[in-house]
């Protein structure tokens, strides 16, 4: 096989090596302004090496499968220079069974992707033909092969799959966009929840309303839960720990949060985008706990960053990313949430929110689709407002939906309802 060669040959320069072989291959089928644009297949392999010598890393990649040895050379040259490397490669160690392969998406023709984006299309057509639409239908199938100088080996196949859909009204100087996209290893998503999604928000939207300045209840759906998540799994990042870039260094085991919140890392779910049974550096992939009922409980460590840390790796190598964040849920139907609130904001996407200062949890971004709850009811979409806020601070207080939702395929949460937010409407 080419990593057992690849192998072979970086160990005759090398104390020790790995090497990851993968092929995809993809179908993006894409509309855009109301009418079919591409259908294609895309090829990519590659094999990425990463070796250590004399106790400093150096990695490489390449496309050209026939250039073994300058992908070789290429690592040894940048090992000379490379980082410490603060980590041994691992053994092999058995991994828990997970699916991450749907013989459906394999199956799944061009005509019928077609199909189910034109579905999409001329239901949302249907029920405004004024609507400017895109749609995106997608799926992919790869394989992956890992090998290392300590023996750890394993291969995996996947699939992939999703649907997005994006959607523009223009009413003079007024743009709204509703936007909406799931993502899926199996072929479980179908046409008409994305429909269903979509002209939900669209039928919320048809009325405006105005929303006060100040300080009010904003409920996020789990669209928009990102805007409170992001901190959070960037702040367990054990790279961004250890650097003492993150807000959250030093403080395990304290309750940072409001106890009805746990958040957990688990790549193990059959399906999920996210999971996997080993992680890129062959590591079996776990369930790590990152809060438990408001306490900070785990960070999410690689080889080389649990080595500088003097701890375990947590299998979220490379780079302490988690797989899938798994939000709990609460006791409150959405419903009740949106009845409780007399005055109040409700927020589905934002603008703007890479330009905060997300690693210590700010934001100030400006309302993309969001709606005005008047006495317990959603009266319209609200345009021109700003939400600002801390999200370390808002997660000490919040209210969690009995509803949750795969946002993309990797994030599941419910509705978060933080009890006070700053709202700037112009």
Not at 141 to 157: D, I, K, M, V, Y
Not at 242 to 268: H, I, R, Y
Not at 389 to 410: F, I, P
Request: hydrophobic residues 35%.
């Amino acid at each position: 096989m080419l990593i057992e060669q690849v192998l072979e040959l970086a160990l005759k320069r090398a104390d020790g090596a790995q090497v990851t072989h993968y092929r995809t291959e993809s179908t993006p089928v894409s509309f855009e302004n109301d009418r079919l644009k591409t259908i294609k297949v895309s090829h990519t392999s590659g094999v990425s090496l990463r070796v250590i010598l004399n106790g400093r890393e150096g990695t490489s990649n390449t496309n050209d499968l026939s250039d073994i040895e300058g992908l070789v050379d290429r690592a040894v040259e940048t090992a000379r220079y490379g980082s410490p490397a603060h980590y041994t490669f691992p053994p092999h160690a058995e991994a828990q069974d997970v699916k991450l392969y749907d013989h459906n998406v394999s199956a799944l023709t061009r005509e019928e992707m077609v199909q189910m984006g034109q579905q999409v299309l001329d239901a949302v057509k249907s029920y405004n033909p004024e609507l400017l639409v895109d749609v995106g239908v997608w799926k992919s199938e790869s394989e992956l092969a890992f090998l290392n100088s300590a023996g750890a080996r394993f291969t995996a196949q996947g699939t992939h799959f999703s649907i997005s859909a994006s959607v523009q009204r223009v009413r003079e100087q007024d743009v709204m966009y509703v936007w909406y996209h799931r993502a899926w290893r199996a072929k479980t998503i179908e046409p008409q929840s994305i429909i269903d999604a979509v002209l939900a928000r669209l039928r919320l939207a048809e009325r405006d309303a105005r929303v006060p300045s100040g300080y009010m209840p904003v409920l996020f759906t789990p669209n928009a839960s990102y805007v409170l998540l992001t901190s959070l799994t960037m702040g367990v990042n054990g790279k961004n720990v250890l650097k003492g870039d993150s807000p959250l260094a030093g403080k395990l085991g304290q309750k940072l949060f409001d106890e009805a919140l746990s958040v957990t890392d688990n790549g193990l779910i059959d399906y999920a985008d996210g999971s996997s049974q080993y992680d890129g550096e062959g590591v079996p992939v776990r369930i790590t706990p990152i809060v438990q009922n408001g306490v900070l409980t785990s960070f999410l460590y690689d080889l080389d960053t649990a080595g500088k840390a003097g701890t375990q790796t947590t299998g979220n190598g490379p780079g302490c990313r988690p797989h899938n964040t798994i939000v709990s849920t609460g006791d409150t139907p959405y419903e009740e949430l949106i009845r409780s609130i007399d005055s109040g904001l409700l927020v589905d996407t934002v603008m703007g929110f890479g330009q905060s200062n997300i690693m210590q949890g700010d934001f100030s971004v400006n309302v993309s689709l969001g709606y005005c709850i008047e006495r317990g009811e959603v009266v319209g979409r609200v345009k021109n407002v700003m939400l600002t806020g801390n999200s370390y601070e808002a997660l000490k207080e919040v209210k969690l939906s009995s509803e949750g939702e795969w946002v993309g395929g990797s994030v599941f949460a419910p509705y978060i309802l933080v009890p006070s937010l700053s709202v700037t409407s112009k």
